[in-house]
């Protein structure tokens, strides 16, 4: 019950505050740039001057998974960047200004307020992600070649799971610092090095969240879903919920207004 | 039947105690002012009460309430600077702390209808709280405390940053409110706390150093003494008062007489009967009432 009340109040303000249309735009740009501008990039040449006389330069067509791929390496600079702003006030900004003296005087569980917090910014997260995986998937189909929807949607599924991944660690450093700022940065700071450590110690992290993208591209190349995908995927699902239930913890034991 | 009842709370900031191990109660129906200057730790006391703050020792009990409730359910706070979603509209948010409080759709409209009426707000219950001057913010605070019909209510200095008039309005608000609820509320402002308030919690230090119905206190702090006001530019002989049997000495400030007397009733009659005689004019006559306001300078310099 009270879940729903947070829930559908953190709609309504990513609704005002126009959250619902820019986050979704931002999706879709990000998911249109790569497709048209792989495809237009000798018409671009051209016509800023072409190449010098006598340069013989083969532009080869890539497959359609590798420019899907190409989207989601958008998503994951940019996208993520999107996600750790418009989540890092998410209770640290509420904690600040004062707000949380007001709703945490209610007989309100913490887990609650936080996990619906969480869930609210998940479902606008994974609706801008589709958008963006759709106009993506649109103009490769278009321009390059086949991509069944089934795949799409098990690409959508996945790298979700990915971007739930950053969600969890936004609202674990939203438990930790009072301050928006430091916990964007902290967020950003954190995947950075999540990314690092992957591909450092890549012979022992090989389920690491980080490597849910390579797994996508040999789905999308090979069309069956690997064990090892499945096992990433399994363990970004743990690591997620852990980092609720840190965030939860923290929430619990600090004092929070 | 006391409400609640601490015991021995105690908070420290980084080490250095801010509450020493207070203890106090507070009774069911009664209008309770936590008074101090600033600093006395009020503000600290009522965030443990609420349970936004942890204390380092002592214990909080509600009366019929076992260890397990969330003792959030029976209590309403006005923090000293509310802050609402400035985006929301007052009605919009009421309704929303009134379901978080577990109201149902039905009961949260119309609590919130209501009590947006009660405080005078309700022309503006469609706005953007954004918009909302301070004195209309403090009574959606007010509002935003009562919407669950909590056993305590408690305010953190609910008049202190408001005109005068606004202060008029939220004192006559709290006049109607402690009819329904128990009312604690900090404040700094003695007029405050003497207006509204039947028992007094007076803090300083982080101590509780003194405490119980408002006129016991007046009545134990009371100093024996009588003050005259004669009409100005008449200077009466000074030496037949202290003549008087009871009187210990006299003071003039500011053209009142300050007499210090053994006896209070003694010392009335005989000067009554000295005024007489001697047909002074007398323009004020005043035994023995020292106000709050001497008390609390008393305990703040001591």
């Known amino acids: ?257 | 039947m006391a409400l609640l009842t601490v015991k021995n709370l105690k908070k420290n900031y980084d080490g250095s105690p801010v509450i020493r191990g207070i203890d106090f109660s507070i009774n069911k129906g009664t209008c309770v002012a936590l008074l101090g200057p600033n600093g006395a730790g009020k503000t600290t006391t009522l965030r443990m009460l609420s349970g936004l703050i942890r204390s380092n020792g002592g214990s909080i009990s509600f009366e019929g309430l076992d260890y397990q409730t969330d003792i959030r359910y029976h209590i309403g706070y006005l923090p000293q600077h509310p802050v609402f979603h400035s985006w929301m509209s007052g009605k919009e948010f009421l309704v929303y702390v009134a379901r978080l409080a577990n109201l149902d759709k039905k009961t949260a409209a119309s609590r919130a209808d209501e009590l947006l009426a009660r405080v005078g707000i309700a022309d503006a219950k469609n706005k953007r709280i954004g918009k909302y001057s301070g004195g209309m913010k403090q009574r959606l605070g007010i509002a935003q405390a009562m919407i669950h019909q909590p056993k305590l209510l408690m305010l953190d200095e609910p008049v202190s940053a408001l005109d005068p008039i606004g202060r008029r309005e939220v004192l006559t608000l709290m006049e109607e409110l402690k009819q329904e609820t128990t009312l604690l509320f900090s404040t700094h402002i003695l007029n405050d706390a003497e207006e509204v308030s039947d028992e007094l919690l007076m803090m300083h230090n982080g101590e509780i150093v003194e405490s119980g119905p408002m006129e016991k206190v007046r009545e134990k702090h009371r100093v024996d003494k009588i003050n005259v006001v004669l009409q100005e530019g008449f200077i009466p002989d000074e030496d037949l008062i202290t003549a008087l049997p009871s009187v210990i000495r006299t003071e003039v400030a500011r053209g009142v007489h300050h007499i210090f007397v053994t006896d209070t009733k003694q010392a009335r009659d005989e000067l009554l009967q000295l005024i007489q005689a001697e047909r002074w004019p007398l323009e004020r006559f005043e035994v023995g009432r020292a106000s709050l306001e001497d008390l609390f300078m008393k305990v703040v310099d001591s």
């Open chain 1, 1 to 257: 019950m009270q879940f729903l009340t947070v829930f559908k109040r953190e709609m309504l303000e990513s609704g005002r505050n126009f959250k619902w249309i820019w986050v979704p735009l931002v999706f879709i740009l990000l998911g249109l740039s790569d497709p048209l501008s792989t495809y237009y990039l000798p018409q671009i040449i051209e016509s800023v001057g072409g190449l010098p006389e006598g340069a013989s330069f083969e532009i080869p067509t890539p497959p359609p998974h590798d420019v899907l791929m190409m989207s989601l390496a958008q998503f994951s600079q940019l996208g993520v960047l999107v996600i750790a702003l418009m989540s890092m006030g998410l209770i640290a900004g509420e904690r600040k200004s004062g707000v949380a003296e007001l709703v945490l005087v209610k007989p309100v569980k913490y887990s609650t307020y936080v996990s619906a917090k969480w869930a609210a910014t998940s479902v606008l997260v994974l609706v801008s992600l589709f958008a963006g995986l759709l106009a993506s998937w649109y103009y490769v189909n278009l321009l390059f070649g086949n991509i069944s929807f089934s795949n799409l949607l098990a690409t959508w599924f996945f790298y979700g799971l990915w971007l739930l991944f950053v969600i969890s660690i936004s609202v674990f450093m939203n438990s930790l610092f009072k301050v928006p700022g430091l916990v964007g940065f902290m967020t950003i700071v954190l995947v950075i090095l999540t990314s690092i450590m992957t591909t450092v110690l890549d012979h022992i992290l090989d389920w690491s969240p980080a490597k849910l993208s390579p797994y996508i591209r040999m789905m999308l190349s090979e069309g069956t879903i690997s064990g090892d995908l499945w096992a990433t995927a399994l363990i970004t699902i743990g690591i997620s919920i852990g980092l609720l239930a840190a965030a939860i913890y923290t929430f619990r034991t600090k004092e929070m207004a």
